[in-house]
Structure formats: C-alpha cells, structure tokens
C-alpha cells in the first residue's frame, strides 16, 4: 500500500507557503481593481463636461443663415376657454402642480363682505382710474400692497365688473375665488396653501381678529364650532386671514406670561445678553 | 425552634425597655422630633407638596437628596462586611453586625424620604408587583426600589441569623450564612450604582448624563458611610460596655481616607471635564460652582463643601494626624457634613437647574421640609439605636436563651 | 429566674401597650389628615374614596370597571367643582398617528394657544400649569438658555425675536414611559402619550426624565371655576385631575379622538399649527415634512417627536 506518494504529498511545506501568499496576493489585486472601477454613478453621468458649454459663447452666434422665412400667417384666434384648457395641458404634470393638491372646500367670501356687491354703488360705466387719497368712500381703506406697483383696476380689480376680481391675463376671477389672485404674485404660498403648510382649515373662530383675548372666552363648548383635521378640508381663503388691502399681520398684545407654582416666588428677570459673534471677536484679522 | 424565637424576640424586645436616664432621654429626643415631623407630614399629606419648595422646574428637593445620601450610607456597610467575613478579620467580625444595623436604618431612612416625596402615598400599593405594575427592568425607579428592599431583607436576614445563633450560645454555621453574605456584598454596591444610574440614565439633563457619577456616588459612600459607622462606634464605646479594638476605628479610618481622595479626584475629573471647552452642556455645574446669570444660591454651598473635604483629606492622609483621635473625629466630621452638601444638595439641584428650556428658578426647602427630614433621620437613628441595643447585648452574652445550657443573666444597665 | 422572666414580661406588657398606644395616635393622627383630605375633596363620600383606592390599572380594568371609575370621577367631579361633565372613554382610531407642526416664520408669540389649551384642558387655575410655553429667543440662534419665557410687552412680535413654542413632543420613544415605576403613563396606538391621573403615585421621575420640560405636577388640588369647567372630557386627557399627580398635552385626545382640531390649533391667530395624521400621505402635516425645511427640537436625543418646527 505504500506506493510513490502523490504529487501534492511530495511538495515540501515551504512550498505550500508560497502558494498560499501567490494565491492571497492574485486575490488582494483583484480586491484593489474592483474598487478601483468607476462607480455606478460615474458610469451614468455621461461626459457632461464636453456638453455643458457656456451659453455666452452662443449669444455672440448670429442666426442660421439662408433659412427661408416663412409667411407671417394670422394665427387662429382662440377662445378665452381654449385657451385655459390649452394652459392647463401644458403645464399639467410638471413637478408639484396646484392640480396635484388633496382637494378642498374653500369658505365662501362673499357672503362675509359688508360692501359686496360693489354695484351696490359702484355704476360699471363710469370707472375712475386716478391714483389718489379716497376720501369720499372707502374712507377706512388702508393700502399697504404692492410697494407702489400698483392702483386698484386691473391690478387685482376688474374695470369691466365690479363685482369681480380680474386675473393677469384679464380673466375675471370670482371673489370666492380670490387666491387665484393673490397667487398670481404669491405663488410659492398658494402652493404651500393648496397643500397645506400655509392657512388654517375653518373652525371656531374664521377669521384671525375675532379670537378672544381670555381664556375663559377661549373654551368652545358648542363641539360643532371645532373645525376636524381629517375629512375634507375646509380652508379659509387668504382673505380670510389677511387684510387684502394691508395684507401683513399687525403686532398684537400677546397674552399674559406664564406664573410659577403659586407659594414661590418668581425668579427676578436676568435679560442676559450675549454679543454677537462679530461684536466680541477681538480678534485682528490681518488683511494681506 | 419556635418557641426560642419567641423568647429571643420578646427578650430583645423587653430589652429596649430597660436603660438609664442617658438612654431614654435620648429616645426622648427622637421621639420629638419624629412626632414634629410627622404632624408637618401629616400637612403636607393633606393640602399636597404645595408646602414643599418645589416646583415644575425643580421637582426633586431635599428628599430626594436626603434619599441618596442615605442610600450611599448603606451601602458603606460592605466595607466592615468584606474585611469581616471574606478576610476574617475578627476584630471587625465583632462589631460588623453594628455596621448591618446601621445599614438597615440608614436603607430604611432612604425609602421613607422617597416615600414622603411621593404625591401620592395612598398609592404605594401600585408599586406591588402582580397587584399593581411594576415597571421592571425598565424604569430605574423601579430597580431602586427592587434593589432596595432586598438590601433591607439581607441586612436583616443576616445578622438575625447570627444573632439568634450567638442567642443560643452557638456559632452560626458558616456554609448557611457565607453565600448571602457575598450576595450582599455585591448587593450593597448595586444599590448605589442603581441610584446613581436613577441620575444618569437622563439623556435630557446633562448634568447627570456623566458616566463618572456611579465611581463618584461609591467613593462618597465609602467615605460618608464608614465615617458616620466610626462615630456612632465611638459613641457606643462610650455608653456601653461594648468594646472596639482601635484596630478597627483605624482600618474604618484608612477606608475614609482612600474613598476621600478618590472622591475629590472624580470632583475634579468632573469639573475639568464641564468647564474645559465650555459647552452649553456645562450651564448646571456653572450654576453649581460660579452662579449662572444672577442666580448663585448654591455657590457658597458647594465651595464650603469643597473646602471640608479637602480639609478632612489633608488631616486623614498625614498618617500623625489621622492617629490623633480627635482629629480623626473631627475629619470624620467635615467629611460627613460635605460629603452630604455635595451629593445631597450639591447633586439634584444643579440637575434642575436651568430647566431643558433654559429656565433658571432656584430652590429652597420650606421649613416643613426640614422638620419632616429631621424626623425620618431621628426615625432611623432610632431604628440604629434599638438594633444596636439587641445587638450589643447578644454579643456581650448579657441577652441569652434562658432555655440553653447558659440561662439568662440579669442584664446591666446599657 | 421565672420571677425575672415574669417582671420582665410584665414590664414588657405595659411599656409594649405605651409604645402601641403612642404608635397608634401617631397613626391615627396621619390617618384622620387623610381622610380630612379626602373629605375636602370628596365631601364624605366613602365608597367612592374605596372604590378609587381599589382602582385598578386603565390597561387592566374591565370596561364595567372603566364605566364605574368614570361614574367617579364625574361625581367628584359635581362635588368639587359644581360641573356636570361627561367622561368619555373613546379609543384610539384606526390607521391614525398623530403628528403637529409649527411654523416658526408665523408664530408672533400671542400666546393664544396657551389660554385655548388652559381652558380646553380643565386645567387648575391657581396651580400655574399651562402645558405649552412659548419661548422668545434672538434672531441669530436657536440658543434655549437665553431665551425669555416670561416676556410681557405690549405688541409682538419684537423686533429681532422669534417665537417657538414648546409642549409634549409626543416622542415615539418617550424617555418619561421608561421612567415611570409603576407604567402610570405610556403610549397609546395612535401615538399620543398618556397619563392614567388614577394610577399615578406622583413621584415625578417622569419630569426628571423629560428633555422637554413639558410634564406638569399638581403641587395642590387644583381648582377649577363651575362656569369655567369644559364637560367634554375624555378619562386620559382633560377630565378634572386629583391633587398629587403628573399631566401633560395629550394632543387635546378628548377632541382628536372626535376627529376634531385641538384647541391651540384652532386658536392662533396666524395659522402657525397643523394637526393631522401621519399615515396620511395626503395630510397637510406630511406635505410639509416633505417640502419643507423641518427641525425637531434635541433630536440628538433620538426621543423622536411627533412634533416638527417649520420654516416658510
């Protein structure tokens, strides 16, 4: 049974050390290169760089000569419906659209406004465009929008119907509607609006001036008045909440600070004031 | 074997009846006070801890401080029980079950003062396990409680086993009493690293959320604890017939000593850590040691208890010193009252202070506060004097089984 | 010998029957402070007195013993403070958690929450609880050490502040559940931590635990004014709470519950607090988590608040 020993038998074990740190070395090289490969990312990212020219060059580059002009043809004329229905097509599905909003209620504004309908004394006929002090009526009006950029009509008022509101393109805009006028400028809180991180769903108190200032007026027993966070969202319109002529909030008188247990006395105020940064910095910085 | 326990209950009971004019006019005292602190409890029980000086900002107070003082106090036991039973030192061996007495009142004390802390105190049965829902092992309150108690049952379990045995005029038997001996002694340093973790499991108060507060609620045990065993022996040397081999009050002087100084080295560890790069983190231990923003209430509290215990770490560590008794004594002294300023007071205010939003309301104990305290230290003195009385008397042979071979003797005055 | 033994057992006897009486007295007198206790608050009414000391655990009680411990609490409740309110006990609701978000770039500071919440939550008005704390702090920081919680000044918001109010986050992992040794508070399916006012021994280990300072104790009984007491309560929010234990918001649980609003959110004046379910994609509250820049207040502390501050 002893016959010539077999060939990795025979190998001495200097041998096997030597193979054993070949094969270890093959694998750490192979370890290296896979991290060495680009990584999925850098793979995706075409060569942008070539692309990605700066677009001055382009401005200095006339027009592509020898293209025939075409006929100046008169475009079709579209309806004002074909047209918000064309608007509404192109811009559907782009990113987080007003479209894309849980839907609403919003709470009617009209019914809440002393002066409405405006016909009441307003004749559409005769619109007064001047830009001055409104002394006759409307006395109690305080305009603090727009920063001088704009007058009553066309701005947000309709000329042609006073019981309207009218949007940029001079579309009338309902005063139940009026967001769609105010997002016209303030278009990043409309969205925040329509999806919730700006407004308050209607509740106890709709409109922000009427909540009481004590707490005992505070308690709502009447349990319907509460507005509900589930359900479908009943929303105040901006109006509700801002003054549409003077839309910021003015101070208020904050109630009364908190009290600690009774039987202790309060801790004297300490209105300890830090420095800012950059008016205790002694340090001086050297310009070269 | 009932009827011995009969005898040697009623006798050690009939015992506590018998003393001199010193004894009961001490009693007397106690008595006082624990009645005093009991009618302020009584009004603190009836019209709520609206009588306390605490508040939403600072919950905690001066019982809760009191608590882990005492809780520290306990565990000190464990160093007259490990040179006693695991080193058989006998001279220690004699007077370790004073130690276990005073264990036993000083565990007591701590869950009076946590019990007199509770808002609701009719309520305590929810704490019951099965009964009521004991919120273990995830609360530490609840581990507090746990551990506490079975401190208690072992330190009373162990000496009663070796008291009865010496009441019988027998050796206990070692194989019976050593295993438990041993659980109690990693017992006694599990009570008061679960206290310190009741602190420092508080993500929110920075103050507390230190991994050095368990080292440091040990080494300010091993100081307090042993130095308060010192006194209360030299006392008891004093109005007894009870003697102490001064080999004893040296070994508990040198544990003192040690503990003191690992003491004020995690201070320090401490107070470098806090005021090195100054974080917001540190706004407690600022309040603590300089005073933060006007408030300074505990300022002069904690430096005087700075200052005692390195006075009582200077006299104890030069050994010509240490050696003198009465300054010994006195070090003993220092290092108890400061030891109690910094961990009782020096501890879970400044843990409180200012609030997680920033508020800064100080405290003060109302009187009430102090009369009950002052009642439940004179309940366990108490507590400390009847054990040790019994305990005295069996080891002096002064208190035996009259149906043993002995008989009883006509016990002297103690 | 038995002569020794018998004066002994005598002398025993009499200074045991000493002790025992004095004991007694001592006992007695905390027991008569007790029950006068009881008595101011529940005006000689014994059974209900035994009956709320047998009271077993919220999670434990039967829905006949639920009903009874509610019969209770609206008794005392009659006695106290002259108000006929109804406890409810309605559970948490179906594929709901609840959420809250406060934009900061709205808060003024007007502090109308705080009194909605108060009145809302019977709160006792002479023991100072208010559950949400409006801090003002300076434009350049979000530093809580220097901020003011007590200002009172004629108009806000100040020039150079800013406001952010604080209550219970409602953390999805709450260290005060951890804390409390007999499981007096935890937290419920729809995410709102609770307390049961009835279990609860008042030891205030959950206030130490809280990194928000936003649990409260009732330091004495508190009082409530008759027209003033709110009758639709729920057992685990705001029906009228015992002396000597801990409260907090609980998400205004009596009126979420109902689907219902909580009252800070109803009561600002700027429309700085939404309120909805986390598991609604559609919810204003995770539009906003989505779109806009959200903080939570020591989220190092991975307590994970189910309250989120926000940024127009």
Redesign the interface.
Known sequence: MSGPKALWLRVPRRGWLVVGALAMAIVGVGIALRFDRPSAAEEARPAAADEAKPAVADEAEPPAPDEPKPAAAAPKRQTPAEADAALEALFKGRGRSLADAPKFVVLPRKDSLAKYPCTKCHDNSFVDRRVRPLVEEHRDLVFEHGGGRFWCYESCHSERNIDSLVSLRGRPVDYDESYKVCGQCHSQREKDWHFGGHGKRAGAWNVASDIPLTAAELLVTERERIGTWRDERTRLNCTGCHDAHSPSFKPMKPSAPPS?????A???P?R?VEPKVWEHNRIERKVR | MTATLARFV??G??LL??GGRLYWSWIAVL?VA??VG??F???Q???????T?????V??GAYIANFTYLVGVAAAAVMLVIPAYVFHRDDIKHVVLIGEGAAVAAVIMAMLF?VV????????W??IPLL????FP?????WD?FVLNGYLLLNLAIPFYILFAHYRGREPRERTYFPWVLVSIAWAISIHTVTAF?FS?????PFWHTAVLGPRFLASAFASGPALILLSLQVIERVTPFRVRSAVIDFLALVVTVALQINLFLVGVEMFTEFYAAT?EN?AATYLYFGL???WRLVPWIWTAIALNVVAVTVLTIHPLRRRRWLLNGACALAIVGVWIEKGMGLIIP??V?????????YAPTSGELFVSLGIWAVGALVFTLLTKVAIAVELGQLRD?GAAG??R?GTRS | ?AE??GL??R??LT??GLVAA?AAL?GA??A???A??IA?GDAGVVSDAFGS?FQR?YK?MSSDEILAAIARIERRAKRRHGADIDVGNEPPLDGVVFGYAINISKCKGTRRCVDACVAENNIGRDSG?QYI?V?ELDQGGL?????D?YYDVDAVPQAGKYYLP?QCMQCDNP?CV???????TWMERDGIVVVDYD???????C???????AR??????PSLPAGEVNPDTHYLGNRPR?????EKCTFCIQRSRKGLQPACVEACPTGARIFGNLLDPDSELRSILATKTVFRL?ED?KTEPKFWYYTD
């Open positions: 600690v247990r009774p039987g202790i309060p801790a004297s300490t300890h | 009623l006798g009971s009939g009846f018998r008595w624990i009645l009991g009618a409890y009584a009004r029980v009836t019209e709520g801890l609206i009588v000086g605490m508040t939403d900002q919950s905690w946590v802390d509770l808002g609701r105190p009719d309520r305590l929810h704490m009521g829902r004991f919120n995830s609360s530490l309150l609840a409680v009741l499991a508080n993500a929110g108060r917001e706004h923003h006007g408030a843990g409180f200012p609030t997680p939003l920033g508020e800064i309301l100080e009259p008989g009883v006509e | 010998m020794s033994q002994s057992r002398s025993v200074k045991g004095v001592g007198g905390v008569v402070a007790q006068e206790k101011q000391f655990h434990k609880i704390r801090l530093d809580l050490d220097r901020s919680h604080v260290p951890r804390a409390c040794p007999v499981e007096a279990w609860c021994i008042g030891c205030r280990y206030q130490t635990a809280c990194p928000y300072w409260h104790f009732n330091w004495a009984n015992p002396n000597g234990v801990v020591k502390l």
